[in-house]
């Protein structure tokens, strides 16, 4: 009889963190722009700098910082790629457009490579999700890089808000 009762407690103390943790959900959902979308803000930014005559590159990275959507006029120098792309970086690992980084830019974590904390890019977050961020190189100010990119994300939020 002694040797049931320490394995009866080992047992019942094994599975009291499972029950516990039962109540917590296994997986986590998370949203995502689709492809389509992306392109579509890509675009809108491509097309808000056109009508302002200038050429740039665009990337939309999805929530992790991974590029979706790469685009680049015809004329804009290749430079604007990983500008726009590290620009839509930092505003999707911040959370917050990259005109509100300019301070940090000579700091430790402003000197990351990979991290452009200069105006130009905007997240998406829609619904309190953070699904992503688009970000603009080309233009001659980095706050026309942020208009070019607040148009590319204007184009969509409302639809994405309605998704919601």
């Known amino acids: 009889m002694k040797k049931i009762i320490p394995v009866f407690i080992a047992v019942c103390g094994l599975s009291m963190p499972l029950a516990a943790g039962a109540e917590e959900a296994m997986t986590v959902q998370v949203k995502r722009l689709s492809l389509a979308t992306a392109t579509t803000m890509a675009q809108a930014a491509v097309k808000a700098c056109e009508q302002e005559g200038i050429q740039i590159g665009v990337t939309v990275v999805d929530r992790n910082g991974i590029p979706q959507v790469v685009l680049r006029n015809t ?84 639809d994405l808000e309605m998704a919601e």
């Open 75 to 158: 004329v804009a120098p290749p430079i604007t790629l990983p500008i726009s792309r590290d620009k839509a970086y930092a505003a999707v690992m911040f959370n917050v457009p990259t005109s509100q980084l300019e301070d940090r830019a000579n700091t430790p974590i402003g000197r990351v490579p990979g991290v452009v904390m200069s105006p130009g890019a905007v997240p998406v977050q829609v619904g309190g999700s953070l699904l992503g961020a688009i970000g603009v190189s080309g233009a001659p100010s980095g706050e026309t890089d942020e208009m070019c990119a607040q148009a590319g994300l204007d184009a969509v939020i409302d």
